[in-house]
């Protein structure tokens, strides 16, 4: 009956015409036995488009003192207590360890044909530097051929945030220039290993967390609050060792092995579309990214920041910023929010915009909606450093998921956020932004670091009793997503 209004509604709104060219595209099976149907959609990627979902390891795998490993600073720094909500730890996680075929099948009901995960350093070196564990890279041996026989690309982050606790407690961690060089080795050791089979490589994960949060804020691992000319040399330390590792690599690598790293980038989006606005957020973009993205793709630090830092500023050598921007196969952005910029008639050009009380949020407070993210964010990449080969390394959300009476979490609000996010990156690709592919944060729920396990950002609800993996209705959107090469 409601139906029958709305359709009544829509008749009249639309027009005949307009209704019945409508209606096929809303149906699966008619989708598929005519592609015209699709196309016509106007929101189809291009062919061979790589959709994926990611993982981190101290997020997932649990297992943390099996098979050699050794402690790192998010096992440290989880087990302080007040650090993370509830005193939650990554000893089980997902118990991925464990389960990783299992997972591995998950990925395959999706039709995901790349899957992102990370290797935890201290399992590789369980002191970080020194003799290596063959037992630890055992696992990732085992994790990519089980991905490889399911037909699925394996790209492989050397970190995702757990340092090995021997680096912090010698030298304060990445305050050091030694774990910067025991950095390359160990990226060195891993692509050795692994490059027959693992073809893309991802040195680190997110400067502007890492970085920022551990080692100024000190709400993530190590915890520290360093004032700023120690904090600033830090950020040069993390993006030296990213230098490092992107010539160890290729230096160890199998030939064809492609490097690059993803970062969470301030991604500046302009507040309204036109050419004042537009040329603001693309100097926003270079100025706002300037210690960590802009220094790699430029090989310098920009004016503005070496003046706003002063006396602080990094200290650093021609030789250093030679290796930080030792040239990249591929740029990976992890994208959640946008930062509204606009124009001004200050020396900088730009403003960027505070969002409103209120703007709307996903379950992670932080999470603000704005689906150009995804369009303005590789799109400047690319125009500002002439960069081929983009990947939208995350984008995801997290949602209040309560299973319903028959077991399925029905996260509306995860599929309203991934569908609008994914017509940007759509427009982005028809525009010739040379995106090639997309990991969809995440396979399932997982440790979400600071806030423990209580923001769920997966595809696949964890009932973490008994660990038992449920797609949600946002798996289903994916799944045909992927299926139509088109939002669904
Ligand atoms: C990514 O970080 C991470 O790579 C991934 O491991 C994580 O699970 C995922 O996103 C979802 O969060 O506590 O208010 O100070 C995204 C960037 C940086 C966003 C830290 C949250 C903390 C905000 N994150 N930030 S707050």
Request: charged residues 15%; without cysteine.
């Given at each position: 009956m409601d139906n029958d209004i709305s359709r009544r509604t829509f008749t009249q709104l639309a027009g005949l015409g307009a209704l019945s060219a409508a209606l096929p595209g809303v149906a699966g099976a008619e989708a598929e036995s005519d592609p015209a149907v699709v196309a016509a959609s106007g929101r189809t990627f291009p062919r061979g488009f790589l959709w994926g979902t990611a993982t981190a390891s101290y997020q997932v795998e649990?297992?943390?003192?099996?098979?050699g490993r050794g402690p790192s600073i998010w096992d440290t720094f989880s087990h302080t207590p007040g650090k993370t909500v509830n005193g939650a730890t990554g000893d089980v996680a997902d118990d991925h360890y464990h389960r990783y075929k299992q997972d591995v099948q998950l990925m395959k009901a999706l039709g995901v044909k790349v899957y992102r995960f990370s290797i935890a350093w201290p399992r590789v070196f369980p002191q970080g530097t020194g003799s290596p564990n063959p037992k630890g890279l055992d696992f990732y041996n085992r994790l990519v051929d089980e991905l490889l026989a399911n037909g699925i690309t394996p790209f492989a982050t050397l970190?995702?945030?757990?340092?090995?606790?021997a680096l912090q407690d010698n030298g304060g961690g990445w305050e050091s220039r030694n774990t910067s060089e025991a950095f390359g080795r160990y990226a060195g050791y891993v692509a050795q290993h692994l490059s027959d089979r693992v073809k893309h490589f991802f040195t680190t994960n997110e400067f502007g967390a890492f970085v920022e949060l551990g080692y100024a804020i000190g709400i993530h691992a190590p915890g520290l609050k360093l004032p700023p000319a120690r904090f600033n040399q830090t950020r040069h330390n993390a993006v030296l060792g990213h230098g490092l590792a992107v010539q160890a690599i290729r230096a160890n690598a199998k030939p064809g092995t492609k490097v690059g790293l993803a970062e969470n980038m301030t991604i500046c989006v302009p507040v309204i579309e036109d050419e004042a606005n537009i040329r603001a957020a693309e100097r926003a973009t270079r100025e706002m990214n300037a210690p960590y993205m802009t220094v790699i793709q430029e090989g310098k630090y920009t004016d503005a920041y070496l003046e706003r830092t002063g006396a602080d500023a990094p200290k650093f050598t021609a030789a250093d910023l030679k290796v930080i921007s030792s040239p990249l196969d591929f740029t990976g952005i992890n994208i959640y929010t946008p930062t509204w910029v606009r124009a001004d008639a200050s020396p900088s050009g730009f403003t960027p915009v505070p969002n409103p009380a209120s703007y709307p949020h996903m379950?992670?407070?932080?999470?603000?909606?704005?689906?150009e993210a995804l369009y303005w964010g590789p799109r400047n990449v690319a125009k500002l450093w002439k960069v081929k080969e983009i990947y939208i390394t995350e984008n995801g959300c997290s949602s209040s998921d309560v299973p319903a009476a028959d077991g399925i979490v029905y996260d509306t609000d995860r599929v309203m956020y991934l569908r609008n996010y994914l017509s940007q990156l759509q427009r982005a690709t028809a525009d010739a932004v040379p995106v090639k592919g997309y990991f969809l944060w995440s396979l399932m729920d997982n440790f979400e670091w600071a806030d423990g396990y209580t923001n769920r950002f997966g595809l696949h609800y964890v009932d973490y009793t008994t660990q038992t993996r449920t797609p949600k209705l946002s798996a289903r959107f994916y799944r045909e997503t992927i299926r139509r090469n088109a939002v669904a």
């Open positions: 649990g297992a943390v003192t099996e098979d970190y995702h945030w757990d340092l090995p606790q379950a992670s407070s932080w999470l603000t909606i704005g689906p």
